[in-house]
């Protein structure tokens, strides 16, 4: 799990095992510890009309995680990545009350593009949202809840047994 409420950097890439191999060789070098456990990785996960993107996370206990996704072809995020080529998607901060969270946002005049809450047809307890890149700066936040990960390279909901 992340140590602290910013849990991750999403990144877009065009090939999930290139940017596996290329940002391994720099976690070697930046950040060895973020090697010690295995990759969190799904080949088809997601939500709504991007279901089916392949996706890898560095698990970093001690900090700040790294999480790619190569979008499905035809997906909203595949065309966003045909257009703007490999970047930052979004930076994501953890809490336990995600819809309280996204309404306190709201109330501070933070945009939202959708009050929706997403989840994963597999991790139905991980719900996460959004706050607009135009709030932040050019950057999607993603508030989500608490995750850590086990041995089994899989995420769970923080505090879990371990596996």
């Given at each position: 799990?992340?140590?602290?409420?910013?849990?991750?950097?999403?990144?877009?890439?065009?090939?999930?095992?290139?940017?596996?191999?290329?940002?391994?060789?720099?976690?070697?070098?930046l950040d060895p510890q973020q090697l010690e456990?295995?990759?969190?990785?799904?080949?088809?996960?997601?939500?709504?009309?991007?279901?089916?993107?392949?996706?890898?996370?560095?698990?970093?206990?001690?900090?700040?995680?790294?999480?790619?996704?190569?979008?499905?072809?035809?997906?909203?995020?595949?065309?966003?990545?045909?257009?703007?080529?490999?970047?930052?998607?979004?930076?994501?901060?953890?809490?336990?009350?995600?819809?309280?969270?996204?309404?306190?946002?709201?109330?501070?005049?933070?945009?939202?593009?959708?009050?929706?809450?997403?989840?994963?047809?597999?991790?139905?307890?991980?719900?996460?949202?959004?706050?607009?890149?135009?709030?932040?700066?050019?950057?999607?936040?993603?508030?989500?809840?608490?995750?850590?990960?086990?041995?089994?390279?899989?995420?769970?909901p923080a505090g879990s047994a371990k596996t």
């Amino acid at each position: 799990m992340a140590s602290g409420p910013f849990a991750h950097v999403c990144l877009l890439v065009n090939d999930l095992d290139s940017a596996i191999a290329n940002w391994t060789k720099i976690l070697q070098v930046l950040d060895p510890q973020q090697l010690e456990r295995p990759i969190v990785r799904y080949e088809s996960f997601g939500g709504g009309e991007d279901a089916g993107l392949r996706w890898a996370c560095f698990v970093a206990d001690h900090g700040t995680e790294i999480q790619l996704m190569q979008p499905a072809p035809g997906t909203p995020l595949f065309e966003r990545l045909q257009q703007r080529g490999e970047h930052v998607h979004h930076l994501c901060f953890t809490t336990a009350d995600v819809p309280g969270a996204l309404d306190e946002l709201e109330a501070k005049g933070i945009k939202l593009p959708t009050k929706q809450l997403f989840y994963d047809e597999e991790e139905k307890w991980q719900k996460w949202g959004w706050a607009s890149a135009r709030s932040a700066h050019g950057v999607l936040i993603e508030i989500a809840s608490p995750y850590e990960t086990h041995d089994d390279g899989r995420w769970y909901p923080a505090g879990s047994a371990k596996t």
